[in-house]
């Protein structure tokens, strides 16, 4: 087994920028020692202020290092994988040594350890009637959430929105807290997102009025749960809050098997938390999927998902009307380079498939979108900075990487893909001339 | 703007009429089949479904794809880890980016598109010079795109003015106009000087003294008479900025004045290779004042007022004045300063004076006058230094033992012009293979001054981990000269012309 990433996808995976210039010096066979392959792994020493051992498990693409960096990946993990991308035969066959056996052993006994302890959670027995009346409880409780919730939207609405505009951060984290108590998470953080939301850009007041609108029927969504068809009852009880845990997904998600190809993904870090959002689209199913990864800061995800791959799995999808979010079953082979730009669509039908969607599941947020054939137009006077097809739709676009997608055009027309929230295009991922370029993240939404 | 946002944001409180904010839009005829409901209520569950039913169907303004097309482009593309780094060294540092830009400009290689932007907002010249061979086509596509970019449209010479010159001229703070205007003496002394006319009445002092100082660049005999207006100019910080560039100015009035005063303080007999210093009475004359010549020494050093006017004497004139008829070699004048009683003034005098003026044959000898000599510079911290960045390769070749041996190695090497003759950068890798400890604070600048290609694949280090103070500085100190050359060496790998 080779290593399935390349340079760029390598390059993707660290953590800023300092760490791709470190990474660079590293990757040469004379800042190590002791560098070695199995069929299994690549490892290899290196001199920092002390000796460090680095090594790369290939089928997973996991990586593990020796040295105190808080990064992840460090730049010697880094190091050895642009060296194991790029000059693999180089890399002398060996036996492993002790260090890398017994991390291997690790990974495999904590891999196998953790699927029983997930399949053995979803096989123990429940007490069904203590569920039944801890769900009935819960109930109670988010009604009368949602009914003090209402009382306040209404306020809102009465006292009007140019008001709120003197409030203060505290004004919707109190209201959040009240929906917090109420066991409806969900709703707290969508009302914290309003208070986000107040003057943020020019036309804010309509985004708020939006939003507020679709709070409003969400509740009124939750109240007539019963009446609800199962897989949007599902949408709804999560989006207050009813969310399932993994292992609930893995026993009655469907699954889906498929090639799927990661086109995009967006890492962030909280304060303590790195969230990974990868969205997938499969090869022949044609469905997209959001894989969401989490982990604390300087940890690293227990699957990397790399952009411009493809991987053959299973993928268990949370139950919706509009299913989108999923988890990786099982990796049904390695992962391995993604060779040309992917099928996209033009404006027009894109828009059509999110407009199904959001028939189906009229919540939902971003979805992937992978356009092909677009131009990015600089804004002209009125005219905001857009992509257009050749039909002349133009597409408004937000971020701040405008000036990089202009630059990689050339006024020549362009693969994308990134998300779509029926408001504007977020683009993540660019094909142009047989290069494949993710932007760089972060900055300047909305 | 609907009613419905209108009566949102004024609040159903104020009144207004409910029925207004109906519409006949699918959205209202699903909302209306609740029935009654509080006008609150009913107004937020219209928004909500008026909100699903734009992001649904949302229409979109049309425009055609106008743009014109890139063209072709005649450099080679960037390899993927020259990309990476470049990005970096945007970032954070411009030592190794004009390394990096220079070899690629040399190679054919242009920037990845996405570095583009990066590239087109910086505004400095020497960087943008250093740029623009490296654009390509779709660079040039790019900068067309947008006024503050058509810099890079420029004619590539880098001979005229950059199309925002006007703009930013305008429109910029004090220090970016003090740098456009140095920008403009350098590459149309003339041009400049009328800028000044225009914008003097209206700026403050600092700013005018600047824009004087900056006169030294492109300076000609054009430029005396408005230096010389200046010469009472009602700043007195304005009137010595002028001053102290007409004295660089040849056969302008004030050279002569200046150099007359210098002859009759100072003195060299070349039968006797000789000094003969006079220093001027006190107190300070009015006259000599006003024209450039400052009353108290800088600083705390020990230098008498008497001796710093003399010294401001001998700056002020060219040291070629001094030179006897038809002598061409200041070997002999510098050493007969340095054995003299002013010593001191004598050779920071010449060293000001040389600098300022350019004479190269100075350079090598003063060098050598302040390496042998304990004397210190009232006007230059380093004059060592400030001199060493002016020798040509063959002089740094000739004093690379003297350089590598002197315990003030790091100032004098990060001043010397980059990449070093391989004589010194030989030398000092052997000092730094050999641990030598005194080398330690030299090793950054080393990791920059020596040819990419002397720079050894590794040097074998003892684990920092294991080792004491002060070897540990030093190993921790060669870790990072190794990843400095690391990365050089493969920014030259992949800009093989």
Same mark, same amino acid.
């Given at each position: 087994?080779? *290593?399935?990433?390349?340079?760029?996808?390598?390059?993707?995976?660290?953590?800023?920028?300092?760490?791709?210039?470190?990474?660079?010096?590293?990757?040469?066979?004379?800042?190590?020692?002791?560098?070695?392959?199995?069929?299994?792994?690549?490892?290899?020493?290196?001199?920092?202020?002390?000796?460090?051992?680095?090594?790369?498990?290939?089928?997973?693409?996991?990586?593990?290092?020796?040295?105190?960096?808080?990064?992840?990946?460090?730049?010697?993990?880094?190091?050895?994988?642009?060296?194991?991308?790029?000059?693999?035969?180089?890399?002398?066959?060996?036996?492993?040594?002790?260090?890398?056996?017994?991390?291997?052993?690790?990974?495999?006994?904590?891999?196998?350890?953790?699927?029983?302890?997930?399949? +053995?959670?979803?096989?123990?027995?429940?007490?069904?009637?203590?569920?039944?009346?801890?769900?009935?409880?819960?109930?109670?409780?988010?009604?009368?959430?949602?009914?003090?919730?209402?009382?306040?939207?209404?306020?809102?609405?009465?006292?009007?929105?140019?008001?709120?505009?003197?409030?203060?951060?505290?004004?919707?984290?109190?209201?959040?807290?009240?929906?917090?108590?109420?066991?409806?998470?969900?709703?707290?953080?969508?009302?914290?997102?309003?208070?986000?939301?107040?003057?943020?850009?020019?036309?804010?007041?309509?985004?708020?009025?939006?939003?507020?609108?679709?709070?409003?029927?969400?509740?009124?969504?939750?109240?007539?749960?019963?009446?609800?068809?199962?897989?949007?009852?599902?949408?709804?009880?999560?989006?207050?809050?009813?969310?399932?845990?993994?292992?609930?997904?893995?026993?009655?998600?469907?699954?889906?098997? +498929?090639?799927?190809?990661?086109?995009?993904?967006?890492?962030?870090?909280?304060?303590?938390?790195?969230?990974?959002?990868?969205?997938?689209?499969?090869?022949?199913?044609?469905?997209?999927?959001?894989?969401?990864?989490?982990?604390?800061?300087?940890?690293?995800?227990?699957?990397?998902?790399?952009?411009?791959?493809?991987?053959?799995?299973?993928?268990?999808?949370?139950?919706?009307?509009?299913?989108?979010?999923?988890?990786?079953?099982?990796?049904?082979?390695?992962?391995?380079?993604?060779?040309?730009?992917?099928?996209?669509?033009?404006?027009?039908?894109?828009?059509?498939?999110?407009?199904?969607?959001?028939?189906?599941?009229?919540?939902?947020?971003?979805? *992937?979108?992978?356009?092909?054939?677009?131009?990015?137009?600089?804004?002209?006077?009125?005219?905001?900075?857009?992509?257009? +097809?050749?039909?002349?739709?133009?597409?408004?676009?937000?971020?701040?990487?405008? +000036?990089?997608?202009?630059?990689?055009?050339?006024?020549?027309?362009?693969?994308?893909?990134?998300?779509?929230?029926?408001?504007?295009?977020?683009?993540?991922?660019?094909?142009?001339?047989?290069?494949?370029?993710?932007?760089?993240?972060?900055?300047?939404?909305? | 703007?609907?009613?419905?946002?209108?009566?949102?944001?004024?609040?159903?409180?104020?009144?207004?009429?409910?029925?207004?904010? &109906?519409?006949?839009?699918?959205?209202?005829?699903?909302?209306?089949?609740?029935?009654?409901?509080?006008?609150?209520?009913?107004?937020?569950?219209?928004?909500?479904?008026?909100?699903?039913?734009?992001?649904?169907?949302?229409?979109?303004?049309?425009?055609?794809?106008?743009?014109?097309?890139?063209?072709?482009?005649?450099?080679?593309?960037?390899?993927?880890?020259? /990309?990476?780094?470049?990005?970096?060294?945007?970032?954070?540092?411009?030592?190794?980016?004009?390394?990096?830009?220079?070899?690629?400009?040399?190679?054919?290689? &242009?920037?990845?598109?996405?570095?583009?932007?990066?590239?087109?907002?910086?505004?400095?010249?020497?960087?943008?010079?250093?740029?623009?061979?490296?654009?390509?086509?779709?660079?040039?596509?790019?900068?067309?795109?947008?006024?503050?970019?058509?810099?890079?449209?420029?004619?590539?010479?880098?001979?005229?003015?950059?199309?925002?010159?006007?703009?930013?001229?305008?429109?910029?703070?004090?220090?970016?106009?003090?740098?456009?205007?140095?920008?403009?003496?350098?590459?149309?002394?003339?041009?400049?000087?009328?800028?000044?006319?225009?914008?003097?009445?209206?700026?403050?002092?600092?700013? &005018?003294?600047?824009?004087?100082?900056?006169?030294?660049?492109?300076?000609?005999?054009?430029?005396?008479?408005?230096?010389?207006?200046?010469?009472?100019? &009602?700043?007195?910080?304005?009137?010595?900025?002028?001053?102290?560039?007409?004295?660089?100015?040849?056969?302008?009035?004030?050279?002569?004045?200046?150099?007359?005063?210098?002859?009759?303080?100072?003195?060299?007999?070349?039968?006797?290779?000789?000094?003969?210093?006079?220093?001027?009475?006190?107190?300070?004359?009015?006259?000599?004042?006003?024209?450039?010549?400052?009353?108290?020494?800088?600083? /705390?050093?020990?230098?008498?007022?008497?001796?710093?006017?003399?010294?401001?004497?001998?700056?002020?004139?060219?040291?070629?004045?001094?030179?006897?008829?038809?002598?061409?070699?200041?070997?002999?004048?510098?050493?007969?300063?340095?054995?003299?009683?002013?010593?001191?003034?004598?050779?920071?005098?010449? /060293?000001?004076?040389?600098?300022?003026?350019?004479?190269?044959?100075?350079?090598?000898?003063?060098?050598?006058?302040?390496?042998?000599?304990?004397?210190?510079?009232?006007?230059?911290?380093?004059?060592?230094?400030?001199?060493?960045?002016?020798?040509?390769?063959?002089?740094?070749?000739?004093?690379?033992?003297?350089?590598?041996?002197?315990?003030?190695?790091?100032?004098?090497?990060?001043?010397?012009?980059?990449?070093?003759?391989?004589?010194?950068?030989?030398?000092?890798?052997?000092?730094?293979?050999?641990?030598?400890?005194?080398?330690?604070?030299?090793?950054?600048?080393?990791?920059?001054?020596?040819?990419?290609?002397?720079?050894?694949?590794?040097?074998?280090?003892?684990?920092?981990?294991?080792?004491?103070?002060?070897?540990?500085?030093?190993?921790?100190?060669?870790?990072?000269?190794?990843?400095?050359?690391?990365?050089?060496?493969?920014?030259?790998?992949?800009?093989?012309?």
């Amino acid at each position: 087994m080779s *290593l399935a990433l390349t340079r760029a996808q390598i390059i993707g995976l660290a953590p800023d920028a300092a760490a791709v210039g470190a990474s660079q010096k590293l990757a040469h066979p004379a800042q190590w020692r002791s560098l070695g392959r199995s069929a299994g792994a690549v490892w290899g020493e290196c001199q920092g202020s002390a000796l460090y051992r680095t090594q790369i498990a290939l089928a997973e693409l996991a990586v593990q290092c020796s040295c105190p960096s808080r990064k992840f990946p460090c730049k010697h993990a880094l190091g050895l994988l642009l060296m194991a991308a790029e000059g693999f035969e180089r890399i002398p066959e060996l036996p492993e040594p002790e260090w890398v056996q017994s991390w291997q052993l690790a990974r495999h006994s904590a891999t196998t350890g953790k699927a029983m302890r997930v399949r +053995d959670k979803a096989k123990k027995p429940v007490d069904a009637a203590a569920q039944a009346k801890r769900a009935e409880r819960r109930h109670e409780n988010i009604l009368a959430g949602l009914d003090q919730l209402d009382v306040w939207l209404n306020d809102l609405v009465r006292q009007g929105l140019a008001r709120v505009q003197g409030e203060s951060w505290a004004f919707w984290d109190a209201q959040a807290r009240r929906l917090v108590d109420a066991q409806a998470p969900g709703l707290a953080s969508r009302v914290r997102a309003l208070g986000e939301r107040v003057g943020s850009h020019d036309n804010w007041p309509e985004r708020l009025l939006d939003d507020l609108g679709q709070l409003a029927l969400l509740s009124h969504a939750y109240r007539r749960l019963d009446r609800l068809a199962p897989p949007l009852a599902a949408d709804v009880r999560r989006l207050v809050g009813i969310t399932l845990d993994q292992s609930e997904v893995l026993a009655h998600g469907a699954t889906l098997e +498929d090639e799927w190809h990661v086109l995009c993904d967006m890492i962030d870090d909280g304060e303590r938390v790195r969230t990974q959002r990868a969205w997938l689209r499969g090869a022949t199913s044609g469905q997209t999927a959001l894989v969401l990864q989490f982990t604390p800061l300087g940890t690293r995800f227990e699957s990397a998902l790399v952009t411009g791959t493809k991987l053959p799995a299973r993928l268990a999808y949370w139950p919706s009307a509009a299913p989108q979010r999923a988890l990786i079953v099982e990796r049904t082979a390695p992962a391995s380079p993604l060779g040309a730009a992917p099928a996209g669509s033009d404006v027009e039908s894109a828009l059509a498939g999110y407009a199904d969607l959001l028939a189906k599941c009229p919540w939902l947020g971003a979805s *992937l979108l992978v356009l092909a054939d677009v131009v990015p137009l600089p804004a002209a006077g009125p005219e905001p900075y857009a992509l257009v +097809d050749a039909s002349g739709a133009a597409l408004p676009l937000r971020g701040s990487a405008h +000036d990089v997608l202009l630059a990689l055009s050339g006024g020549h027309p362009l693969t994308l893909a990134g998300e779509w929230d029926g408001y504007a295009f977020s683009p993540r991922t660019v094909w142009a001339e047989d290069r494949r370029v993710s932007l760089w993240p972060g900055g300047g939404d909305e | 703007m609907s009613e419905l946002l209108r009566a949102a944001i004024l609040g159903t409180g104020q009144g207004g009429d409910p029925v207004s904010e &109906r519409s006949e839009s699918p959205a209202d005829t699903l909302i209306d089949a609740l029935g009654e409901l509080p006008r609150e209520r009913a107004l937020l569950l219209r928004a909500g479904a008026h909100a699903l039913l734009r992001r649904a169907g949302r229409v979109l303004p049309r425009r055609s794809p106008s743009l014109p097309l890139a063209a072709a482009e005649s450099l080679r593309a960037s390899s993927p880890p020259l /990309t990476d780094a470049l990005r970096m060294l945007f970032e954070s540092d411009e030592d190794l980016l004009a390394e990096a830009l220079e070899r690629m400009a040399r190679a054919r290689v &242009r920037l990845a598109p996405e570095l583009l932007p990066l590239a087109l907002e910086q505004t400095e010249p020497e960087l943008r010079a250093r740029l623009k061979p490296v654009l390509g086509a779709r660079g040039a596509w790019l900068a067309a795109q947008r006024p503050e970019w058509t810099w890079a449209l420029d004619a590539a010479s880098g001979a005229a003015l950059p199309s925002d010159f006007e703009l930013r001229w305008s429109e910029g703070n004090a220090a970016e106009r003090r740098g456009l205007f140095t920008l403009a003496r350098k590459l149309s002394p003339a041009h400049a000087r009328e800028l000044a006319v225009d914008a003097f009445p209206h700026e403050k002092a600092d700013q &005018r003294a600047a824009f004087a100082e900056a006169f030294a660049i492109g300076l000609g005999a054009d430029d005396e008479p408005f230096l010389s207006g200046l010469l009472s100019d &009602r700043s007195a910080v304005v009137q010595k900025a002028a001053a102290r560039v007409l004295w660089r100015l040849p056969g302008s009035a004030l050279a002569q004045r200046m150099l007359e005063r210098a002859r009759a303080h100072v003195r060299y007999e070349p039968s006797a290779a000789r000094w003969h210093v006079r220093l001027p009475a006190e107190p300070l004359d009015p006259s000599w004042e006003r024209e450039g010549i400052r009353e108290v020494p800088p600083g /705390t050093r020990q230098l008498g007022q008497r001796q710093w006017w003399t010294l401001q004497l001998m700056a002020a004139v060219p040291c070629a004045s001094w030179l006897p008829d038809g002598d061409s070699d200041p070997q002999l004048l510098v050493a007969a300063a340095r054995k003299h009683e002013h010593a001191a003034i004598l050779l920071d005098g010449l /060293t000001q004076s040389a600098l300022m003026r350019g004479e190269r044959a100075w350079f090598a000898p003063l060098w050598d006058a302040w390496a042998a000599s304990d004397l210190t510079s009232t006007l230059t911290s380093e004059p060592r230094a400030a001199l060493g960045a002016q020798l040509t390769p063959e002089e740094i070749t000739a004093r690379a033992a003297q350089l590598v041996a002197d315990d003030r190695l790091r100032p004098l090497l990060s001043h010397l012009p980059r990449p070093w003759p391989e004589a010194l950068a030989l030398r000092v890798l052997a000092g730094i293979s050999d641990l030598r400890l005194s080398l330690r604070d030299a090793i950054p600048v080393a990791a920059l001054g020596i040819p990419v290609e002397l720079l050894p694949d590794s040097i074998p280090l003892p684990d920092s981990g294991q080792v004491e103070y002060p070897l540990r500085a030093f190993v921790r100190a060669l870790e990072h000269f190794q990843q400095v050359a690391a990365l050089r060496r493969s920014i030259a790998a992949e800009t093989v012309p």
